[in-house]
């Protein structure tokens, strides 16, 4: 018989019990009945035992995992911040808060890491999707051989759930087609309910169930929110699974889009906030230092790092701005506080049900540190920024749509200074992973029936690869050696239960490595030695690797404030040395800060589903923008074979692509066909058809003559029906490389936001048939070559 582990005392290692099956290799393999087999079932020797479901060892808890999205360190209330986090503190409260938890610096890959409990190169998650390259540490491809938790878990008997953000799809697998082999649903998890991409509009998200477009219930205008809504999912499923299966654990990995950008929120959250931060966000972060040192997260001797030069003084921004950075602060404040309410909702349940004090939950408040992509000055439609179009939004501008921040006419991010100071008391950002301020993040241990512990502080080094080893541990689960056939690599990461009851257990991840484009660190026994390579919200050219300045922290500088490198070359040396071997031990080599090339797939090497100049698309399709054929800076026409009822005027979307924040759509009103081009949501376009659309089988057409001469430039638009000209409009300008982070092209209706103001959410979709949709790109007659740099930023918009 085999043994597995069992919990023997509350945080303490578990103890082998004796089973009758082994769990090294998953699937479980079928144990054969040998015996005698009777002729018929009614004679008395006719003995076959009982069908036994899987389960995972006596006692083993149910898991859940909030992972929330663009936190920094010094952002929560639990761990000094100004935004009101109470069932963060309600669960340290009664639970444990590490100090020193760390993440990669960016979504995708610490979301992987997490998953599969190997460093994000091992698992080709050396970045965001978006920029995959055919390098194994950058593929975006999950070796076969390093199968993720909620696979393992699965296997061994828990129910496994999703819900909120998967940012680990392969960019051309992001199909309605898939493959699926890494969407949730491939990757152990038996229901997913969320969004797959890097970011969600909070009013208009697009929804998967399993593999499947949904769309939300309800629209802004009757209370729909993403927030709300992934959070009565989970407490739906959680009863649901506990009815049905009371004697099964869970593994619920809940995920929001929250509070990455865009930030929205309604005002009941945000005006909670009114005046609170107008002091600016150098005092903000005194005042967070301050509040850290009370607490007890940072010791009393840290000191707080200089802001960076990079980032203006508070007191250098014009007084006509300040309101409205003033309001952005105010907007994420409540939105984070929203967030913490409804995994509160998802607590409270599981109170309700009696299942509290047997769930292990990792509450991890942030993937990364803050996010500094919202520009020096912040932005109202985050999508110009990310065109390299910022310059349209002026001072007088924003200051004309403060009253829209957060709500669904906006898509707005924060200015670069509150993100720094929502890192405090680090320097640097999400993306800078060479720096805590870029990879520290909060980290909240909750488990009554497991800690004794109630209300402390941990200080151990630990970093997010070691969830996955942790719950193993916990649940009394082995590392399998095969997993769906193919043999299994080690988890990289360690145990963190050894401190659950003791706060002065040895320190057992003494080494990490950390990269992200360039920016790179290696952490061993308290030492860290860093080196920035690019700043997140700039686009100057990086120098070349060998000529990064190397900084070098002792043990007890814990927010790398003191440089000490010119007194210590020696150490510094032998870190750098240490960096490259852990390096290349984990697919990290060779490092790779290249932008526009990574973001074109034929030169970083990876699949790409549009080829040639047309596409054809038919009734009922929505896919990602990455999917459809690209109409930006040249001619183009859509074409569509319509078939109109009898006495019925035609109405509604024939075809559409992004939506309020940008985005064109040909659709029928009154009958008549029409044209609208969404400029970011500032301007609209409009052509429109002198006539109806007859009744019965018709072409009708969408011609653009761009005007050349660059990017983002105007051009005149005819319409056609059965290639005869029935109107004419003129667009001034256009978006040069993307509409939307979340928005889809949709085909017979407009999911998500409208893109024309003549149609709302709901209701929208066409009145007759669609046959197909046929887009056809023009030849290229002018210099439409995108700069670098902005399609760089335009990758950055989505992790």
């Known amino acids: 018989m085999k ?6 005392a509350p945080g303490k290692k578990q103890e082998p019990v004796a089973e009758e099956f082994s769990r090294d290799i998953l699937p479980i393999p079928d144990k054969h009945f040998v015996g005698l087999t009777t002729y018929d079932a009614k004679d008395p020797n006719t003995k076959y035992p009982p069908i036994k479901e899987i389960r995972p060892p006596k006692d083993a808890p149910n898991v859940l995992i909030f992972l929330i999205d663009d936190v920094g360190f010094g952002a929560s209330s639990a761990f000094g911040g100004p935004c009101n986090t109470p069932t963060a503190e309600k669960l340290a409260a009664n639970g444990l808060k590490y100090t020193r938890f760390h993440t990669t610096a960016l979504c995708s890959p610490t979301r992987a890491a997490m998953l599969s409990g190997r460093n994000h190169h091992s698992v080709g998650m050396g970045a965001i999707t978006e920029m995959a390259t055919s390098a194994p540490g950058n593929s975006s491809l999950r070796p076969k051989s390093k199968a993720p938790v909620a696979e393992i878990l699965k296997l061994n008997g828990y129910s496994t759930a999703q819900f909120g953000k998967c940012h680990e799809v392969p960019v051309w697998q992001v199909t309605p087609m898939g493959p699926f082999d890494q969407w949730p649903t491939g990757s152990g998890f038996e229901y997913f309910y969320g969004f797959v991409g890097g970011e969600a ?21 009757e209370g729909y929110n993403l927030n709300d809504d992934l959070s009565d999912r989970v ?23 929250a509070t990455h950008a865009p930030h929205q929120v309604s005002k009941e959250w945000s005006d909670k906030y ?18 850290q040192k009370k607490l007890g997260v940072i010791p009393k001797n840290a000191k707080l790092t200089e802001r960076n030069k990079e980032i203006p003084a508070w007191d250098d921004i014009s007084d006509d701005l300040k309101p409205v950075l003033s309001r952005q602060m105010e907007i994420y404040a409540g939105f984070l506080e929203q967030t913490d309410h409804c995994m509160g909702r998802v607590v409270n349940t599981l109170k309700d049900i009696g299942e509290l004090n047997n769930t292990l939950i990792f509450f991890i408040i942030g993937d990364n540190g803050a996010s500094a992509e919202g520009t020096l000055q912040g932005c109202f439609n985050e999508m110009t920024t990310l ?22 006419r906006a898509y707005n991010h924060y200015a670069v200074g509150w993100a720094h100071a929502l890192c405090t008391p680090y320097q640097w950002t999400k993306q800078v992973a060479s720096h805590w301020g870029g990879t520290r993040n909060g980290l909240i241990v909750y488990w009554p029936k497991g800690i004794k512990a109630k209300g402390e502080i941990r200080n151990q080094f630990h970093h997010v690869i070691d969830v996955a080893k942790t719950i193993l541990d916990v649940t009394g689960l082995p590392e399998p050696a095969i997993v769906n056939s193919s043999q299994q690599a080690p988890l990289e990461g360690v145990t963190m239960a050894d401190s659950f009851d003791n706060a002065a257990a040895p320190e057992t991840h003494n080494v ?18 860093v080196t920035k390579h690019r700043t997140p919200w700039t686009a100057d050219a990086v120098p070349p690797f060998d000529e990064d300045v190397w900084e070098l922290y002792g043990p007890d500088d814990w927010t790398q404030s003191n440089n000490i490198a010119k007194e210590n070359p020696g150490k510094l040396a032998e870190l750098q040395r240490l960096w490259v071997i852990e390096a290349t031990k984990y697919n990290c080599i060779p490092l790779d800060d290249r932008s526009y090339e990574r973001i074109n797939p034929d030169l970083a090497g990876r699949p790409q589903l549009v080829k040639g100049n047309s596409q054809i698309l038919f009734k009922g399709m929505r896919i990602a923008e990455g999917a459809v054929l690209a ?11 319509v078939v109109v009822p009898k006495g019925v005027a035609a109405n509604g979307v024939i075809v559409t692509q992004g939506g309020e924040v940008g985005g064109w759509t040909l659709y029928a009103k009154d009958g008549k066909l029409k044209y609208c081009y969404n400029f970011f949501g500032i301007n609209h376009y409009f052509a429109e058809a002198d006539k109806p659309i007859p009744a019965g089988k018709h072409q009708v057409r969408m011609e653009f003559k761009y005007d050349g001469g660059g990017l983002a430039k105007g051009g005149n638009v005819t319409l056609y029906y059965d290639g005869k000209a029935v109107g004419k409009g003129r667009v001034e300008q256009t978006i040069p490389m993307g509409f939307s982070a979340d928005e889809a092209c949709d085909v017979g209706n407009d999911t998500g936001s409208p893109a024309s103001p003549d149609y709302g959410p709901k209701g929208n979709s066409f009145t007759g048939d669609i046959n ?20 760089f930023k335009m990758a950055m918009a989505k992790q």
């Open 3 to 8: 043994k597995s582990k069992s919990s023997k």
């Open 201 to 221: 509009n909070q009013y208009y998200p697009g929804l998967y169930l399993g593999t499947s477009p949904i769309e939300p219930e309800k629209s802004p205008e």
């Open 235 to 257: 407490c739906n499923y959680i009863r649901q699974q506990k009815s049905l299966m009371p004697d099964k654990p869970f593994f619920v990995y809940y995920a929001p889009g």
């Open 274 to 291: 009114k005046g609170k931060f107008d002091k600016g966000w150098d005092k903000l972060r005194e005042e967070i230092f301050a509040r």
């Open 387 to 408: 065109n390299g179009m910022s310059g349209i939004e002026t001072t007088e501008f924003l200051k004309s749509k403060i009253d829209d921040f957060g709500t669904p």
């Open 512 to 529: 990490q490595y950390f990269e992200m484009f360039g920016n790179r660190g290696i952490y061993h026994n308290g030492w860290t030695a």
């Open 631 to 641: 109409l930006k800076n040249k001619s183009h026409s859509v074409t569509a074979e």
């Open 772 to 791: 197909w949709v046929r887009l056809d790109a023009g030849a290229d007659d002018h210099n439409h070559l995108i700069d670098p740099k902005d399609k």
